[in-house]
């Protein structure tokens, strides 16, 4: 394993992180709009994209592709954008206007879900990284938290299901044709400090934003709890990874 004590945007603060792990590169949100890309392998700072957000740059997703090195990123301007940080200067292309908090995305159909400040979740999709015109709103999901969407997971291969929480509970979206055909399960309904879900066996990992903190399994199938956890933290979990 390496550190890289180095890992965050020069003379300001990263807010926001995101991986491609398979090309070894990782992308930096930094609280100025700008992002910073990073060679994995060496430690070293490929890029640094100024002026992508106005504000801070809340979520990213990046992957290495024969596209280029794509990123999306969501920001405090309430954009969010596709840029190729594979050159020095990219022109990034507007995907959403959505005040969007959180993102999941789907690289292999151009498809990405936002979560948004209005706690609706909205799936966009854009057909090439050079048009503006070519992106459309798909759908838009509604009613399924009373404030920001604070985070987002969604599984886009198997089962076409989206998982929101917020400070008011755990969402679970089924993601399907239309807006007629979705359908909204509510999983939890007490604050959300961080969430991970393990999609290949449908289960979910959440964590209470109080210092007690409880660390709660669910089965997504049952939509029922499987195990809690309760102890003391010395500071509140705001990011979570699992297995399960």
């Given at each position: 394993?390496?550190?890289?004590?180095?890992?965050?945007?020069?003379?300001?603060?990263?807010?926001?992180?995101?991986?491609?792990?398979?090309?070894?590169?990782?992308?930096?949100?930094?609280?100025?709009?700008?992002?910073?890309?990073?060679?994995?392998?060496?430690?070293?700072?490929?890029?640094?994209?100024?002026?992508?957000?106005?504000?801070?740059?809340?979520?990213?997703?990046?992957?290495?592709?024969?596209?280029?090195?794509?990123?999306?990123?969501?920001?405090?301007?309430?954009?969010?954008?596709?840029?190729?940080?594979?050159?020095?200067?990219?022109?990034?292309?507007?995907?959403?206007?959505?005040?969007?908090?959180?993102?999941?995305?789907?690289?292999?159909?151009?498809?990405?879900?936002?979560?948004?400040?209005?706690?609706?979740?909205?799936?966009?999709?854009?057909?090439?990284?050079?048009?503006?015109?070519?992106?459309?709103?798909?759908?838009?999901?509604?009613?399924?938290?009373?404030?920001?969407?604070?985070?987002?997971?969604?599984?886009?291969?198997?089962?076409?299901?989206?998982?929101?929480?917020?400070?008011d509970g755990i969402r679970l979206w089924k993601l399907g044709l239309s807006e007629q055909q979705n359908r909204m399960h509510s999983v939890g309904d007490y604050a959300v400090g961080s969430m991970a879900v393990d999609w290949s066996r449908l289960r979910i990992l959440s964590s209470t934003p109080e210092r007690r903190a409880q660390l709660?399994?669910?089965?997504?199938?049952?939509?029922?709890?499987?195990?809690?956890?309760?102890?003391?933290?010395?500071?509140?979990?705001?990011?979570?990874?699992?297995?399960?």
């Open positions: 394993l390496r550190s890289f004590t180095n890992l965050s945007c020069k003379g300001t603060t990263s807010v926001s992180l995101a991986a491609d792990w398979p090309e070894q590169i990782a992308a930096a949100g930094c609280v100025d709009g700008s992002i910073t890309l990073w060679d994995l392998k060496r430690g070293e700072v490929l890029f640094k994209h100024s002026n992508v957000h106005r504000g801070g740059v809340w979520a990213l997703a990046v992957r290495e592709g024969a596209a280029g090195r794509q990123c999306l990123s969501s920001g405090a301007d309430g954009l969010v954008k596709l840029s190729d940080l594979a050159i020095p200067t990219p022109t990034p292309l507007q995907i959403a206007t959505d005040l969007a908090c959180c993102l999941a995305v789907d690289w292999d159909h151009n498809r990405v879900v936002t979560g948004g400040r209005d706690g609706c979740l909205r799936l966009w999709a854009w057909e090439n990284e050079k048009d503006e015109q070519a992106r459309e709103l798909l759908f838009s999901l509604e009613g399924g938290h009373s404030g920001a969407v604070k985070h987002l997971s969604a599984d886009f291969m198997l089962t076409e299901v989206a998982m929101s929480s917020g400070n709660i399994v669910h089965d997504l199938e049952k939509l029922e709890v499987l195990h809690e956890l309760c102890g003391s933290l010395d500071a509140t979990a705001t990011c979570m990874a699992t297995g399960c």
